[in-house]
Structures are given as C-alpha cells and as structure tokens.
Nanobody
C-alpha cells in the first residue's frame, strides 16, 4: 500500500511558477514509476508528466513540454513537478500517482496502470 500526499498548489498569476511535491509513504517508492495528472472543471483527467523509477527517463504532455519539469528524489520518497510560465489553461486539480514498473526506464502515460493516487492539490492561474 502506498499513500501519496500532494502539496504546493495555490493561486498565481499567468507567467508565474509553482513547484508541486508529492510525498509517498512506505519503503518501496523506488519500485514505482510516478506521474502527475490534472483535471479541470468539466474535463476529464489528463496526463501531465511521468518519470521512471530512477528519474532518468521522463515524459510530458505536449501542452506542458518545455514549461514543466518532473523529478524525483528516491531518498526522500518524493516526486516534484516544477511548473514555469503558467497559463490560465493550467488551472486544475493536480494529482500524483504511482504505478508499479518492472523496468527502471518505463514512464507511464496511461491512466489505468496507476495503482495509487493522491488527494489532489488545486492550482489556479489568473490572467
């Protein structure tokens, strides 16, 4: 069982930056690929970014590529999402998630392989 707790959301202006963090419980954090998803009002949850077990491999949605950076610190059992040049379209509840991955380089973009989800943190970007 893995518990995930997100932090770092808030209200910012367009062009600002935020860093989200997601702390995981348990001693098996390094066996999971991690991902960030988001869900805006009236829209489906969508993939934002993923990172492999070691942090060496990453994957991004086209809408955030070049602006967001996902990273992880296995010693702290924490995954981060650095968000720069924020836009009003980035407004959503952001969720982190964990997916078991046999390969160290696997990043998971699909929704269904993720076994564990955090409660979400709100990010609001004003224009």
């Amino acid at each position: 069982q893995v518990q995930l707790v997100e932090a770092g959301g808030g209200l910012v202006q367009a062009g600002d930056s935020l860093r989200l963090s997601c702390a995981a419980s348990g001693r098996t954090f390094s066996t999971y690929a991690m991902g960030w998803f988001r869900q805006a009002p009236g829209k489906e949850r969508e993939f934002v970014a993923g990172v492999g077990r070691t942090g060496a491999s990453t994957s991004y949605a086209d809408s955030v590529k070049g602006r967001f950076t996902i990273s992880r610190d296995n010693a702290k059992s924490t995954v981060y999402l650095q968000m720069n040049s924020l836009k009003p379209d980035d407004t959503a509840v952001y969720y982190c998630a964990a997916a078991r991955a046999e390969s160290a380089t696997t990043t998971v973009r699909a929704f269904t392989p993720y076994n564990y989800w955090g409660q979400g943190t709100q990010v609001t970007v004003s224009s």
